[in-house]
């Protein structure tokens, strides 16, 4: 008997915007997404895609309550039939689970408290995804619904790396430590390399560079995590879009002491005014490019040194993890900027020769979409572009649940 075709209802809900979509787990086949952006602004804009039916909406969305019915109604518009989908799962985006949540997890109401618990952990992320968990338990209360953690993957780094060298006693009663986050992309490109190299993933060193608005690095030894660049909270490591990653944490007692500036404006400039929008005015990297292109000044300048700096900090994170991993086989760039952007690519490995690392400039410029191999054909260490998929890793790792329970 032909087992039923098994639908996994995903929701990513962010402060002003939430994702959804639905991801048929076995097949690996996404058959709807959409997004309801702007929540709680004026004019809000919402988008579905149905099996190839694009729908749209400007209109006010007060909440995130009526952000999620109108994604269904636009769902429902696109002839997407919610009932007759096969649903057998939520699965929620959780970035934070603290010490405590770290497998995927069937909410329940103490899992919600909990969660809730965790947002001084994750300011910006984790009370708007607690948000969404209550809302679409209170329209899908039938539904069994997961929460899978981005910390989830990188639970069991070696203290070495977990361990911040900072008062002992003060980091346990705080539960101070290096997290690590976009654990599920990280864990789902390095699954994905295995396969297409169709190399056992226990005998492969890789090092996976996330880089999208938040950008994250991470060394894998065998399939498992040793050392990533995020840590309390997302804002360590890479320099990405709007964060500024690695700073020297006395910047934030000068700001407090000597600009006087409150702690929650010191917190906001370094998430959403840092990165390459805080020295280059966009966090866009091909807005980036054009502005250096177009040659304006001090725009062009401004966005030179924005992309100079990201460039530098992701060499930097490489050689680290070069030598953490000693001999690494696979390094595989993902999201936005790692999927799409051959310059980022080319001038991070740039004059890597010497460590085992040799881009094909030919393959590194192809526009191809998929999984491929960009390094030269005699590089020692193999360079990929694999896009993640963290919505069809979520889907995945809801079905295990159910299974599991
Ligand atoms: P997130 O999921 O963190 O919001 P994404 O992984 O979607 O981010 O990446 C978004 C970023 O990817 C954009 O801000 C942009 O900088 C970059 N990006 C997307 N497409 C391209 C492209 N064709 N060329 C260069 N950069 C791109």
Redesign the pocket.
């Given at each position: 008997m032909q087992r039923p075709v098994r639908t996994v209802l995903v929701i990513n809900s962010g402060s002003s915007s939430m994702k959804f979509s639905l991801v048929q787990p076995d097949a690996g086949v996404e058959v709807a997404d959409g997004i309801v952006e702007r929540i709680g602004e004026r004019e809000s804009r919402a988008e579905v895609q149905f099996d190839g039916r694009e729908v749209e909406r400007r209109a006010p969305v007060g909440d995130h309550d009526a952000a999620l019915r109108l994604a269904f109604e636009l769902l429902d518009e696109a002839g997407g039939k919610l009932d007759d989908l096969g649903i057998v799962a939520v699965g929620h985006r959780l970035v934070h689970g603290g010490r405590d949540l770290y497998r995927p997890t069937i909410i329940d109401d103490a899992v919600v408290a909990k969660a809730r618990e965790l947002a001084p952990l994750a300011p910006l992320h984790n009370p708007p995804a607690v948000l969404g968990v209550e809302v679409a338990r209170k329209m899908l209360p039938d539904l069994p619904h997961i929460a899978v953690f981005d910390t989830a993957f990188f639970h069991d780094l070696p203290a070495a790396a977990a361990t911040y060298a900072i008062d002992r006693d003060l980091a346990e009663q705080w539960r101070i430590r290096r997290y690590g986050f976009h654990g599920t992309s990280h864990q789902y490109i390095s699954e994905q390399a295995a396969e297409f190299l169709d190399r056992p993933l226990d005998q492969l060193n890789q090092i996976v560079l996330?880089?999208?608005?938040?950008?994250s690095a991470s060394a894998i030894a065998g399939g498992r995590p040793v050392d990533t660049s995020m840590g309390l909270t997302p804002m360590e490591g890479l320099v990405m879009?709007t964060r500024s990653g690695d700073i020297d944490p006395g910047i934030v007692f000068y700001l407090a002491r000597t600009a006087k500036l409150p702690v929650e404006e010191i917190e906001s400039m370094l998430n959403r005014r840092s990165g390459v929008y805080g020295l280059g005015g966009d966090?866009?990297?091909?807005?980036?490019?054009r502005m250096i292109a177009a040659g304006a000044e001090p725009e062009a300048s401004q966005a030179q040194l924005a992309y100079d700096v990201y460039i530098h900090r992701l060499r930097k994170y490489i050689g680290a993890y070069l030598a953490v991993l000693g001999d690494t086989h696979v390094i595989t760039f993902t999201?936005?900027?790692g999927?799409?952007?051959a310059k980022?690519r080319r001038d991070a490995l740039t004059g890597l020769a010497p460590l085992g690392v040799e881009l094909d400039e030919h393959l590194n410029e192809s526009p191809s979409r998929g999984a491929r191999v960009i390094s030269a054909e005699n590089s020692p260490t193999t360079v990929l572009v694999i896009p993640?998929d963290e919505e069809l890793a979520i889907a995945r790792a809801c079905v295990a649940v159910l299974a599991r329970d």
């Amino acid at each position: 008997m032909q087992r039923p075709v098994r639908t996994v209802l995903v929701i990513n809900s962010g402060s002003s915007s939430m994702k959804f979509s639905l991801v048929q787990p076995d097949a690996g086949v996404e058959v709807a997404d959409g997004i309801v952006e702007r929540i709680g602004e004026r004019e809000s804009r919402a988008e579905v895609q149905f099996d190839g039916r694009e729908v749209e909406r400007r209109a006010p969305v007060g909440d995130h309550d009526a952000a999620l019915r109108l994604a269904f109604e636009l769902l429902d518009e696109a002839g997407g039939k919610l009932d007759d989908l096969g649903i057998v799962a939520v699965g929620h985006r959780l970035v934070h689970g603290g010490r405590d949540l770290y497998r995927p997890t069937i909410i329940d109401d103490a899992v919600v408290a909990k969660a809730r618990e965790l947002a001084p952990l994750a300011p910006l992320h984790n009370p708007p995804a607690v948000l969404g968990v209550e809302v679409a338990r209170k329209m899908l209360p039938d539904l069994p619904h997961i929460a899978v953690f981005d910390t989830a993957f990188f639970h069991d780094l070696p203290a070495a790396a977990a361990t911040y060298a900072i008062d002992r006693d003060l980091a346990e009663q705080w539960r101070i430590r290096r997290y690590g986050f976009h654990g599920t992309s990280h864990q789902y490109i390095s699954e994905q390399a295995a396969e297409f190299l169709d190399r056992p993933l226990d005998q492969l060193n890789q090092i996976v560079l996330h880089l999208g608005n938040g950008a994250s690095a991470s060394a894998i030894a065998g399939g498992r995590p040793v050392d990533t660049s995020m840590g309390l909270t997302p804002m360590e490591g890479l320099v990405m879009g709007t964060r500024s990653g690695d700073i020297d944490p006395g910047i934030v007692f000068y700001l407090a002491r000597t600009a006087k500036l409150p702690v929650e404006e010191i917190e906001s400039m370094l998430n959403r005014r840092s990165g390459v929008y805080g020295l280059g005015g966009d966090n866009d990297f091909r807005e980036l490019h054009r502005m250096i292109a177009a040659g304006a000044e001090p725009e062009a300048s401004q966005a030179q040194l924005a992309y100079d700096v990201y460039i530098h900090r992701l060499r930097k994170y490489i050689g680290a993890y070069l030598a953490v991993l000693g001999d690494t086989h696979v390094i595989t760039f993902t999201a936005g900027v790692g999927e799409n952007d051959a310059k980022v690519r080319r001038d991070a490995l740039t004059g890597l020769a010497p460590l085992g690392v040799e881009l094909d400039e030919h393959l590194n410029e192809s526009p191809s979409r998929g999984a491929r191999v960009i390094s030269a054909e005699n590089s020692p260490t193999t360079v990929l572009v694999i896009p993640t998929d963290e919505e069809l890793a979520i889907a995945r790792a809801c079905v295990a649940v159910l299974a599991r329970d």
